[in-house]
């Protein structure tokens, strides 16, 4: 049976988080001589001189209307490999603890668990790119923490059947990670709706892919209120800077806009498969729900190392388990698709 209290380190639970001089007051005022700012202002045409709000009210109100969900159970990062970390910071203890990863799938699960000194148990894709429950069920233990799904997935592209992460959720007495980072381009409907459902659901999203502000490194988690408390009491104060929030806010302001683009993406997508069939060196191209194309060729390396040449950028997946052979291609635009089709037509 799950319960929060049986997986959130002890430390943690006994945390003070710092308290930031904005978190000290309540209301309105107009002069502000707590944080030690420059009062003066900023070099800068906008003013940057006051520290950020740290609970990014605003920006979370605007992703409640956006998503239907209760702003409490929203955390906003830096960038949602933010929102990994402090997963692995409050509930996994380094040097005991471990998590499942299902692999091939989105490097910084690994990175981040290194870098916190927590066992990675692996449990590889099926041939389909699918779950695989039972050597799942196999991997865990009372030590086991958390499980990373990336759906849809990277660098594969397809969603994770639905059913079998329910299955998951419904009987893991830890923490379920559903990375949603691509579902802007999916078919799947988000897990975010089924967050009343299952209180070990954790949701990640960001602002990076289909909203078009991967410089700005905003990320999100959905969660139970509980678990959006732990993650708050862990992560630094500011975390989110002020420019990022208001640019957030404004982008937040044109889902039209973004709407579109998804659309053009996903014909581009589909016309870019087309044309790539055609090549003599191009063995399969797999299912994507994602702003992206998984190919498997005949000389991933050649093809890759040709393109640099030519001063386009790809993603050579070869080395990756289950992605022998292959490349990962973004949706670039129209102009950018028809260069790399020029391109690859001049490969020997």
Do not use: H
């Amino acid at each position: 049976m799950y319960d929060i209290n049986n997986i959130l380190r002890e430390n943690i639970k006994n945390l003070t988080p710092y308290s930031s001089a904005r978190d000290e007051y309540q209301g309105e005022a107009s002069v502000f001589l707590d944080a030690n700012e420059n009062a003066f202002g900023s070099p800068l045409d906008t003013a940057y001189n006051r520290y950020p709000d740290p609970m990014q009210y605003q920006v979370k109100m605007r992703l409640s209307e956006i998503k239907g969900v209760p702003a409490r159970n929203i955390f906003v990062g830096n960038g949602s490999d933010e929102a990994i970390d402090i997963l692995f910071r409050s509930f996994c203890n380094p040097g005991v603890d471990n998590v499942i990863i299902v692999p091939p799938t989105y490097g910084m699960y690994q990175v981040s668990a290194n870098i916190n000194d927590v066992e990675v148990r692996k449990v590889l894709l099926t041939e389909e790119y699918q779950l695989n429950l039972e050597g799942i069920a196999e991997a865990i233990d009372e030590r086991t923490k958390l499980i990373f799904i990336c759906s849809p997935n990277n660098p594969t592209g397809n969603s994770i059947n639905r059913d079998d992460i329910e299955t998951l959720l419904a009987n893991f007495n830890g923490i379920v990670v559903i990375d949603e980072a691509y579902i802007n381009f999916s078919r799947q409907k988000t897990f975010i709706q089924e967050l009343t459902e299952y209180a070990n659901l954790v949701v990640l999203q960001t602002l990076s892919k289909a909203w078009g502000l991967a410089g700005l490194r905003v990320g999100m988690a959905f969660a139970s209120e509980e678990i959006i408390e732990v993650m708050n009491k862990v992560k630094p104060p500011y975390n989110v800077n002020e420019a990022s929030q208001q640019l957030a806010l404004e982008a937040l302001n044109n889902v039209q806009q973004v709407n579109e683009w998804i659309k053009e993406t996903l014909a581009q997508r589909d016309k870019l498969v087309l044309t790539l069939k055609d090549f003599n060196f191009v063995l399969d191209i797999y299912p994507s729900d994602a702003n992206f194309i998984l190919v498997k060729t005949t000389d991933a390396k050649g093809i890759y190392n040709f393109l640099v040449q030519n001063g386009i950028i790809i993603r050579n997946r070869t080395n990756v388990e289950l992605c022998e052979g292959c490349l990962r291609i973004t949706i670039g635009t129209p102009d950018e698709n028809k260069i790399l089709i020029d391109t690859l037509q001049q490969y020997k």
